[in-house]
């Protein structure tokens, strides 16, 4: 078994691409169609299970347990404990450090967003202004 100081290295270094999966998936533009298609199946399936299913591909925390166990599968990563245990107490420290990582590239998202949204009516503002002033020119 790695030590403890590897396992928690592991356990960082993993949940970045579990993040960048998750939040790509349920979020950005590339996704848009796949995402739109199983919200409307999330809401209006006949099927609780079918509604279930959908949703997990619009919420990034649920979509990052399965992303979790495919990265468990294909790395084999433990935390703490050799056997089965784990891999249960890897897989839901993985996800709770991605949401973690998830969260913070959130806020950091909005906060860019508002500054462009501000740097924009800015622009605007001054274009205006230049145009007044052009006009009593």
Not at 114 to 132: G, R, V
Request: charged residues 25%; contains cysteine; proline residues 2%.
């Amino acid at each position: 078994m790695n030590s403890l100081t590897e396992q928690v290295a592991w356990l960082f270094i993993l949940a970045v691409p579990i993040s960048c999966i998750a939040w790509t998936v349920t979020h950005e533009e590339i996704f848009r169609e796949p995402r739109e298609f199983c919200i409307r199946k999330s809401k209006f399936s006949k099927s609780l299970l079918a509604r279930k299913f959908f949703y997990l591909f619009t919420c990034e925390y649920c979509f990052s347990h399965y992303v979790v166990i495919a990265f468990l599968i294909l790395t084999e990563y433990k935390l703490l404990l050799p056997d089965w245990r784990g891999i249960l107490i890897g897989g839901f420290a993985l996800v709770w450090v991605a949401n973690v990582y998830m969260s913070l590239f959130g806020f950091i998202r909005v906060g860019m967003k508002e500054t462009k949204m501000e740097a924009d009516i800015d622009e605007i503002k001054l274009k205006s202004i230049k145009e007044k002033m052009e006009r009593k020119i």
